[in-house]
């Protein structure tokens, strides 16, 4: 989580780079920021609580400035205020970071017996009075650095400005994401590159424990004490992503762009039906087992994905929450794939659940979004998500990308276990054409989802039901409405809702049941009726001909009917929308929900 940001050179203002960078990275948090700024051979500090909007207001963007750092904190150590908000300034040494120092205690209390005075509660105070501590022995930054990552254990990225060296950026990063933007007589530092794309699209990418010193005219990147050789890349989305377009959030942006992700993902595996399909995968008829491993969102995809892989290429799966499985016993087996899917590439937690499985010895897939990120570097196997670059903090095209993905995993290994028959092949390449119009015209129902959004608002509590791939995607919907609209709400396998969870319902209660697949929709319908008998509001998310029956629900909302395969980007839409929709009636900070990040790069 948080954002940092830097500038070292000559041609842009300084301080105007900090802050366009921090907005663009507010989506990693934004609950306090500030800058450092070299201001008339000094370094200036200015921070404040809240989002960019309150630093900005406190700051000229006219001073003219050749070099800075910025951060925008989503809080760990100690609350959201401006004596934690970073920039952090010890002595010679200024520091912003994202991450979490685990031995910061243990270090302060040997800083407070050399004299050190703590004005914060952060690790990030520590870690400025630790590198200004071992510089003032050292006289020298590049060695200082080197000293002190032997001395920090846990998550950093930081950047940092020593006041005897005021042409100078420095960093040094270890499981936290740092980029350095190259460009000709300037360079930056970012947590990710959004933050600088309009300024350059070439980056290096720091591996752990690599630092890094960076003046206007060049880059020098160590590692373990000697110069190390790096690889300039080069950002190829589209620069457009970052910017919202005329829609109002970049919520609704990002939905509406689904159509086109979902072209984008399929269209390299399927323009030659089977054999494209065939070609431009792994081979993954050799395991047995496939464990799927991921957090939030990317977990609910791996739900849908256990349905379609189990479905149609009769393979068990299993799903777990990297949370928790990094600290539990995993009994991996030998001849089991294990899939990792993330937006970000950056997870903590989903990175830690994948290094475990290859310490195991395991083959591992990375189903990743963002090109050349952690992840998708450490896994053995990527396929990337093309959704572009995502910005609101609930995921919604990426989810969807996410899903199509590891549909197409499900196609493949049907295919090669010839499970699958020609004609349902046919039809699932048919709707694979029409799939795009369908959700286009599902986004286009806004007006729907408004009526339903305006029923809703005034109750507490919203449950989700659903059984089988509807019970998967009835857990998106849930997460996407009560991260967005704090609305309070559960998704439950509709069976189980007897088992107590139906004590709840009363008058009025919104439940809102997705009916979609014909293997247990009869059953579902079963106890759709079991909670409308009991008072509840029944809104139906179905593809099925329901009759107009009131005793069963009091709204529809009717989705295309296609092969299953894909049929879930079609039911999560109106999850979407719903969420959405319910997040503005109540006029929610819907890209920036309260108390959340978008790259969860804590555990
Ligand atoms: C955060 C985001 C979610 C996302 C989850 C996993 O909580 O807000 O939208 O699903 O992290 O992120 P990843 O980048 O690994 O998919």
């Known amino acids: 989580m948080c954002g940092i940001v830097g500038y070292v050179g000559n041609k842009e203002n300084c301080v105007r780079v900090l802050i366009d960078g921090l907005e663009k990275l507010e989506y990693r948090g934004y609950d306090s920021a500030g800058i450092a700024f070299l201001n008339n051979d000094n370094i200036d500090v200015v921070k404040e609580k809240g989002k960019i909007v309150n630093l900005k207001s406190k700051i000229d963007l006219n001073i003219n400035s050749n070099l800075g750092i910025g951060h925008t904190r989503w809080a760990t150590h100690g609350n959201a205020t401006k004596e934690n908000a970073h920039p952090h300034k010890v002595g010679a040494i200024t520091v912003v970071h994202n991450g979490i120092v685990e031995n910061y205690n243990e270090l302060k209390k040997d800083l407070i017996n050399k004299g050190y005075v703590f004005n914060s509660e952060t690790d990030t105070e520590v870690v400025a009075a630790l590198i200004d501590y071992i510089y003032k022995k050292e006289k020298d930054m590049l060695k200082t650095i080197q000293k002190v990552k032997e001395l920090l254990t846990g998550s950093y990225a930081l950047g940092i400005i020593c006041d005897d060296n005021l042409d100078t950026l420095y960093t040094l990063k270890n499981k936290s994401p740092l980029i350095i933007g190259v460009n000709e ?5 970012a947590s990710d590159v959004p933050a600088i794309l309009d300024k350059t699209r070439n980056y290096i990418v720091l591996e752990d424990k690599d630092y890094a010193s960076i003046k206007s005219d060049g880059v020098k990147i160590y590692h373990d004490g000697k110069e190390k050789d790096f690889e300039v890349k080069e950002f190829l989305y589209d620069a457009n992503s970052v910017d919202k377009q005329g829609y109002e959030h970049f919520m609704l942006k990002e939905m509406n762009e689904q159509p086109e992700v979902f072209k984008n993902t399929t269209t390299p595996y399927l323009k030659n039906g089977i054999d494209s399909l065939i070609e431009k995968m792994p081979d993954f008829t050799k395991y047995e087992r496939i464990r799927i491993v991921a957090c939030g969102s990317a977990t609910h995809a791996g739900l849908v994905g256990k349905c379609m892989i189990e479905k149609y ?69 990527v396929l990337y998500t093309e ?99 704090y609305t309070h709400s559960e998704a439950y396998a509709a069976g189980e809702l007897k088992h107590g969870t139906i004590s709840l319902i009363e008058d009025k209660t919104p439940v809102i049941a997705v009916i979609t697949d014909d293997d247990i929709a009869l059953k579902t319908i079963s106890n759709v009726k079991e909670v409308k008998s009991r008072g509840a509001n029944v809104i139906c998310i179905t593809n099925k001909n329901l009759s107009n029956d009131s005793n069963l629900y009091d709204k529809k909302i009717v989705i295309p009917k296609v092969n299953d395969l894909f049929e879930p980007l079609l039911t999560v839409i109106p999850l979407q929308m719903i969420a959405y929709e319910l997040a503005k009636l109540k006029e929610c900070s819907i890209d920036k929900p309260r108390n959340l990040a978008k790259s969860v790069t804590v555990e």
Not at 185 to 189: A, D, F, G, K, L
């Open 313 to 381: 290429a009769n393979v068990e799966v299993m799903v777990e929450t990297a949370s928790e499985f990094r600290y539990k016993k995993q009994f991996l087996k030998n001849d089991e794939l294990v899939i990792v899917v993330s937006q970000s590439g950056e997870t903590a937690d989903t990175l830690e659940a994948l290094l475990i499985a290859k310490q195991n010895g395991n083959d591992t897939l990375g189903i990743v979004n963002a090109k050349g990120s952690t992840i998708a570097r450490e896994s053995k196997m």
């Open 387 to 485: 959704a572009g670059q995502e910005i609101a903090v609930a995921t919604t095209k990426a989810y969807s990308a996410q899903v199509a993905l590891l549909s197409l995993i499900a196609l493949n290994l049907s295919c090669k276990k010839n499970l699958i028959d020609k004609k349902e092949m046919l039809d699932i390449l048919r709707d694979v054409k029409k799939l795009p119009d369908y959700i286009e015209e599902l986004l286009n129902r806004r007006d729907e989802y408004k009526k339903i959004a305006e029923e809703i608002k005034d109750y507490n509590d919203v449950f989700f039901i659903g059984r089988g791939v509807d019970y998967a995607l009835a857990q998106e919907g849930s997460l996407k409405l009560k991260e967005i609209s």
């Open 185 to 189: 007589n300037e360079n930056y530092i």
